[in-house]
T-cell receptor, first 110, second 110 residues
Framework: DGGITQSPKYLFRKEGQNVTLSCEQN?????MYWYRQDPGQGLRLIYY???????QKGDIAEGYSVSREKKESFPLTVTSAQKNPTAFYLC?????????FGSGTRLTVV | DAKTTQPPSMDCAEGRAANLPCNHS???????VYWYRQIHSQGPQYIIH???NNETNEMASLIITEDRKSSTLILPHATLRDTAVYYC???????????FGKGTRLSVIA
């Protein structure tokens, strides 16, 4: 079945550590997006990529980094520069008909 | 900022139709109206989208006013499993990132 997979589902990070969230899709979509969601809030765009080897900053890119070496994969690294990383992170793959979201990764700083 | 206005919350009795309104008075000619829903701690799920005409699928109906400045999502027979946050979004997913606001929290009550 075609779909989009995020891993891990839960992630704990110590302060000062970098962590990488995985996002893989087999929908053959060119575009992939990363959003962050805080409790009771909407989704805020972190980074997006419309095509392999190209990506753009979203509204809250500071403290995050991405790569897009393959069409199927768009990993997100939360760096130590992100001061408040505890949140729910959602990845989506996108075509002109709409978005397909993964099930999310809940990151907690301990 | 989101280009749509939705009520923050609504209640609906189980088995009745749920009518969720959305205002989008600044919608452009090539922008679609999309509806997604998010059940707690999951990724948003696509429901339906439309440009000008009313649309219906197995999940819901979308009614767009003739001037396209507002729309209504109709869940014809709401069940407890329809309890979720519903997002109304305008844009064109093939071109630029969609902006997800805070949505409407629909509670279906037995």
């Amino acid at each position: 079945d075609g779909g989009i997979t995020q891993s891990p589902k839960y992630l704990f990070r110590k302060e000062g550590q970098n962590v990488t969230l995985s996002c893989e899709q087999n929908l053959n979509h060119d575009a992939m997006y990363w959003y962050r969601q805080d409790p009771g809030q909407g989704l805020r765009l972190i980074y997006y990529s419309q095509i392999v080897n190209d990506f753009q900053k979203g509204d809250i890119a500071e403290g995050y980094s991405v790569s897009r070496e393959k069409k199927e994969s768009f990993p997100l690294t939360v760096t130590s520069a992100q001061k408040n990383p505890t949140a729910f992170y959602l990845c989506a793959s996108v075509n002109r008909y709409g978005y397909t979201f993964g099930s999310g990764t809940r990151l907690t700083v301990v | 900022d989101a280009k749509t206005t939705q009520p923050p919350s609504m209640d609906c009795a189980e088995g009745r139709a749920a009518n969720l309104p959305c205002n989008h008075s600044t919608i452009s000619g090539n922008e679609y109206v999309y509806w997604y829903r998010q059940i707690h701690s999951q990724g948003p799920q696509y429901i339906i989208h439309g440009l000008k005409n009313n649309e219906t699928n197995e999940m819901a109906s979308l009614i767009i006013t003739e001037d396209r400045k507002s729309s209504t999502l109709i869940l014809p027979h709401a069940t407890l499993r329809d309890t979720a946050v519903y997002y109304c979004i305008v844009g064109n997913s093939g071109n630029t990132p969609l902006v997800f606001g805070k949505g409407t929290r629909l509670s279906v009550i037995a």
